[in-house]
């Protein structure tokens, strides 16, 4: 006749299988999470994961009578998740640098001069000149306002050279340059429905009118003023303000 074990006995064995099955749940709980550490690993999976689901996707669809349309579709949809990049730069990053570009042209000369001031006259930004584009493109719209400031800087600046700060003037330039680019990834290569895309800038016809007579008349004030001192002044707090409210023009779009 088997003895029954004493309730000391049983009480040792549960804790004791309590215990065992506590380290075994956590020693795997720490393999897993030690696995996912490696985040470069986890992406590679997903995306050899992603890219054979693609491919069997693709081959199935190449066996149906409407395959290859539809599998066009699907080629243009992945082809924009590619350039879509420049967009997602738009919405999280053109912010920052729109607002670095500001500062920059703050510390590059400093406050106004006073011996400009006379010369300085009203403000020629418009002040509807954004309304206009409510419907518009964010990054068509950021495209053209950069790109007119771009073409302004790229005059001689050399009657400024003693006032404003070199290094911050070229700082400025080349966050200009890279959000330039970035906004050029975005719209250059736009998909259409689901079988065409419109290659290269946008069309004249999206044009700010209002914006871009702006520019016109800053480009004018230089070339009247023969590239001087305070004429490069004016644009500069012109190019300033512009800045600050293709911004908040941003900054609305994103709400």
């Known amino acids: 006749m088997l003895k029954a074990k004493p309730q000391a006995t049983r009480k040792r064995n549960v804790l004791y299988h309590r215990c065992h099955s506590r380290k075994t749940k956590d020693w795997a709980s720490h393999k897993y999470l030690t696995a996912m550490a490696d985040s470069s690993q986890v992406l590679a999976v997903l995306q050899c994961f992603t890219f054979s689901v693609f491919l069997s996707l693709a081959l199935k669809l190449l066996s149906m009578a409407s ?16 350039f879509a990049d420049g967009c997602r730069w738009t919405q999280f990053q053109l912010g920052s640098k729109n607002e670095e570009s500001v500062l920059l042209l703050t510390k590059m000369g400093g406050l106004f001069p006073l011996a400009c001031l006379k010369e300085k006259g009203a403000r020629l ?7 206009a584009a409510l419907s518009a493109d964010a990054a068509e719209v950021a495209l053209e306002a950069l790109g007119y400031v771009d073409e302004i800087f790229q005059r001689d600046q050399s009657k400024v050279r003693s006032t404003w700060n070199a290094d911050q003037l070229d700082l400025f330039r080349n966050i ?3 959000q330039i680019q970035k906004l050029q990834e975005c719209v250059s290569l736009k998909p259409i429905g689901c079988f065409s895309f419109q290659v290269g800038s946008k069309s004249s016809s999206n044009e700010n009118a209002a914006l871009k007579s702006y520019f016109q008349k800053l480009n004018g004030l230089l070339v009247e003023k023969d ?26 779009r994103r709400t």
């Open 67 to 82: 395959g290859r349309l539809i599998l066009f579709c699907v080629i243009a949809l992945c082809h924009h998740w590619v």
């Open 125 to 131: 930004f418009p002040q509807d000149v954004y309304k």
């Open 176 to 178: 200009l340059h890279r």
């Open 227 to 252: 590239l001087s001192a305070c004429a490069w002044e004016i644009v500069r707090d012109e190019v300033h303000y512009s800045l600050v409210q293709l911004h908040a023009f941003l900054e609305s």
